[in-house]
């Protein structure tokens, strides 16, 4: 194979508990993904040797060098995986909005992986590109399942869930960005005991939708509202414009509202345009990492 194309989709966290500290320096988790229809394009093609990154119409100044999460996973794949198999050209299609609380940056660094394994024949054993996966970000592992799953420990350890269904919602990020680190270290997560999923899971196994809405939790929501107050009116006005419930994804700042089927979702997303905003209207999928197309 010479060249690759993927797309891999966007995450919210429809629950997700802060359980207390840890001693390095993280957070023990307890929280849910869900991959949503917003999908990042990545093109891979063999080169002689590097890693040389592209991200053409990039609708925001992003670094191409190693500071980028593509980079640092194309560099330790082939450190660790794809030895002497040469360098590969990577262009990156940004559609997740950066800085966003719905793990662009970590789906691309999945997606990284996968494209790699792929594009070099490496048949890496799944655990392997798990590790690499854990080692580049909490969320990153999440992307090489998709779906929705069950997320433990930082973040990093997945329980694929077979549950899970097609709803419909509508996704706001204001223009400002959060960063994740500050999020946690703003004091002010809320704490609780992580017994939340479960009720959740049961509550897709019913695919009720107001359910759902009713089970919504996010304890870094109160640290994103007060290092973002804008994100507590955005909330509001998803609720307002008929959102069956409304929430926080992940560090945020992008908050999430639940719709009863796609032309709501449109209607709500209209409401919801302006100020420099991005508004998507999407739905929730079961799928992840997906390629487009291939040439040998
Ligand atoms: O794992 P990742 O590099 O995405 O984490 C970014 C930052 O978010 C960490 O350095 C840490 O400050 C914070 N974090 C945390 N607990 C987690 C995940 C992330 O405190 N479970």
Redesign the pocket.
């Known amino acids: 194979m010479t060249s690759l194309t993927l797309r891999t989709p966007a995450k919210i966290n429809p629950v997700l508990e802060v359980l207390g ?2 001693p390095d ?5 307890r929280l849910v993904f869900q991959a949503v229809a917003l999908y990042d394009e990545l093109a891979f093609e063999k080169t002689a040797e590097g890693v040389a990154l592209e991200i053409p119409e990039s609708p925001v100044p992003l670094a191409a060098d190693d500071s980028n999460l593509v980079v640092k996973a194309a560099r330790l794949f082939l450190r660790e995986v794809g030895k002497a198999r040469g360098g590969v050209r990577i262009r990156l299609r940004k559609k997740i909005p950066l800085a966003a609380g719905l793990g662009g940056g ?1 789906s691309d660094a999945a997606a990284t992986l996968r494209g790699l394994d792929e594009l070099f024949q490496t048949h890496a054993a799944p655990g392997k590109l798990l590790d690499l996966a854990a080692r580049l ?3 990153v592992p999440f992307f090489l399942y998709g779906g929705t799953g069950l997320g433990e ?4 350890k997945i329980t694929p869930w077979e549950e899970g269904f097609e709803f419909h919602l509508v996704l706001v990020k204001p223009a400002a960005g959060l960063s ?2 500050a999020v ?2 703003s004091g002010k997560a809320c704490f609780t005991r992580g017994d939340r999923a479960g009720d959740f899971r049961r509550i897709l196994r019913q695919e009720d939708l107001r359910g759902v809405a009713d089970h919504l939790f996010n304890g870094l929501e109160p640290a994103a509202q007060f290092l973002l107050p804008e994100t507590t009116e955005l909330k509001e006005s998803l609720l307002k414009a008929g959102a069956l419930g409304a929430l926080v994804s992940g ?1 945020g700042p992008t908050v999430f509202g639940l719709a009863e089927d796609a032309a709501q979702a449109r209607r709500i997303a209209d409401c919801l345009e302006g100020d420099g905003r991005t508004v998507v209207a999407t739905k929730a999928v079961s799928t992840g990492i997906q390629i487009l197309k291939d040439l040998s």
């Open positions: 500290p840890r320096g993280y957070h023990e988790l970590s970000g909490s969320d420990g930082r973040g990093e994740t680190p946690y270290r560090s």
